[in-house]
């Protein structure tokens, strides 16, 4: 029998296969078994995997249930997906939320009280689809007294999903105010608890000063890290280093866009597939669920998409300070976006949480290619998004629009005269930069050194650019230009260079990433990656996986 591809990326991560965010989940949970506990908001952008960690928790606290001893705290969990409720008022929350409450409780073998004789008992039964919130509120406190009576101190963790859902209605407020009241200073405030997922409309309900929010310790999920996608791809088995490179640089650490890779790799036979093969599933992704980066792009706000713009240019880390000259935005209104560049997975904080720098090579070609209409849809100024334009044009080329079948060599440059494609007529490519980069099929659209492509063909340049062509970079390239823009700073990639004997200011490029590339590029046409091999390995021991 076939075994079942492991990466679901349309759907929450089941606990016995959840990676990465393990650290969050027992913070949160030893939290809840304190006297005095917090209750919490957990906030990540739309395919995040908030969902996932909301699931991790319960199974973690479901998971102690049978373990507390009589004078432990009996923390029950409840997780509610607010989308099913489908209220008409608060109102109707309430009793969503005890109908859950009743149906888990009944299921749960560490569940001793008898609720025949609670209020739940009564409520549920009697399919009441509206109760206020005293009603709500008399039921638990009926429901905590028969189970402290029974098997000691009871708690309820109500894990809320989907949040987000409930911040649109005209009630809304409402709802939070009186959740607000059951947490923190209600008769229950000790015994109730709430742990929450949102994303950018919790985050500005709680700007606006929503009671509830601001009653909350908040915590912004951020990517996987390096070692967390690295336990990921092991749930499918034996992956090459040079896949697990490019799935780390395409996703960024992103989970969803890890999972899609995966999903899509391991259907083609995960176990053999190489970096052609994940750059062009990466490229089946940003035509495919092109509405989900869209959608990623308008959450993080006019002030995160200008900064990203900033940085997307730079492609290196920029301090806080650097970019508020080159922002124009407040420096709360900078701090907001950039928070929001950070729980969406698009952008990283360095460990002194001051510096910033865009991950995930996906998005980005994404947003290389839309800029124009991202920026035009923006509160960006149409002279400041000119500049980003013609910048991002500088970094990967201007985009041309080709057409024919394509299978040959890797090559790139600065085209003389037209390109013929799979045998077909001959496109005039005369003065923009352009490349074939492996390509496999149809070339529906290149720009720079990358091109979208699907099935087999023929490639054949017209003349060729002044000088050779340069070599698309290996591998191993790719792997160590990772290494150096993930790891270095400006100066100590000059130290480098000096060291190698290359002139940093002959290098072309502009920032970290463009002059790393170059050098990269450089030494793998002179055979000489071993070289700078020996020198990190030398110099920078820290680095382990050179």
């Not at 409402?174 to 200073?185: E, G, M, P, S, V």
């Not at 077909?424 to 070339?443: F, I, N, W």
């Not at 792997?479 to 100066?491: A, F, G, N, Q, T």
Request: glycine share 8%.
């Amino acid at each position: 029998m076939p075994q079942e591809n492991p990466f679901y990326y349309n759907l929450p991560t089941h606990p016995e296969d959840f990676v990465g965010r393990w650290p969050l989940v027992n913070i949160v949970v030893a939290d809840l078994c304190q006297p005095r506990p917090d209750s919490w908001a957990l906030i990540g952008g739309r395919r995040f995997g908030k969902s996932s960690v909301l699931k991790a928790i319960e199974a973690r606290l479901a998971s102690r249930l049978n373990h507390c001893e009589e004078r432990d705290w009996l923390i029950f969990p409840l997780l509610v997906d607010l989308k099913r409720c489908k209220p008409d008022s608060e109102q109707h929350i309430y009793a969503c939320i005890l109908h859950y409450l009743y149906r888990a409780l009944r299921r749960s073998r560490a569940c001793k009280a008898h609720l025949l004789s609670t209020d739940l008992h009564a409520t549920a039964t009697e399919d009441c689809d509206c109760l206020s919130f005293f009603q709500f509120e008399d039921t638990l406190e009926d429901l905590v007294r028969q189970m402290d009576s029974h098997q000691g101190p009871f708690r309820l963790a109500l894990l809320l999903d989907e949040v987000e859902s409930m911040t649109h209605f005209d009630w809304s407020e409402t709802l939070f105010n009186q959740l607000r009241a059951l947490i923190y200073d209600g008769p229950l405030a000790a015994v109730v608890k709430l742990v929450l997922t949102g994303s950018a409309n919790v985050i500005r309900a709680r700007q606006s000063g929503s009671p509830l929010l601001n009653a909350l310790k908040i915590e912004h999920l951020s990517s996987l890290s390096e070692i967390g996608l690295q336990s990921l791809i092991a749930r499918g088995g034996k992956v090459s280093d040079e896949a697990a490179v490019v799935i780390q640089t395409e996703s960024g650490g992103h989970p969803f866009i890890a999972q899609y890779l995966l999903h899509h790799a391991w259907d083609d036979g995960l176990a053999h597939t190489n970096l052609q093969a994940i750059e062009q599933i990466a490229c089946q992704m940003r035509q495919h669920r092109s509405s989900d980066l869209k959608g990623w792009w308008e959450a993080i706000g006019d002030s995160g998409q200008w900064a990203y713009a900033v940085l997307a240019m730079a492609q290196d880390w920029l301090d806080e300070r650097t970019l508020l000259k080159k922002v124009h935005h407040t420096e709360q209104s900078l701090d907001q976006g950039l928070s929001a560049l950070c729980y969406h997975g698009l952008v990283k904080r360095d460990e002194s949480r001051r510096r910033y720098r865009i991950v995930g090579k996906l998005f980005f070609d994404w947003f290389a290619l839309n800029g124009a209409e991202c920026l035009a849809e923006s509160e960006t100024k149409p002279e400041d998004a000119q500049v980003i334009i013609e910048h991002l044009e500088q970094h990967i080329g201007a985009q041309t629009n080709i057409a024919g079948d394509a299978s040959g060599p890797v090559a790139s440059g600065q085209f003389e005269s037209a390109v013929a494609v799979g045998g077909g007529e001959a496109v005039d490519l005369r003065g923009s930069r352009g490349a074939l980069h492996k390509p496999t099929g149809p070339v529906d659209q290149q720009f720079g050194n990358r091109t979208v492509v699907h099935t087999t063909g023929d490639v054949v340049f017209g003349s060729q650019p002044d000088g050779a062509l340069d070599l698309a970079p290996s591998p191993e390239a790719t792997r160590l230009h990772r290494i150096l823009v993930d790891r270095m700073d400006l100066e100590e990639f000059r130290t480098l260079c000096f060291d190698l004997g290359v002139s940093y200011d002959s290098l072309r490029g502009e920032g970290l990433a463009g002059k790393a590339r170059q050098l990269v590029l450089f030494l793998q046409k002179r055979e000489a990656l071993p070289l700078l091999v020996e020198w990190l390995r030398r110099e920078r021991p820290d680095i382990r996986s050179v």
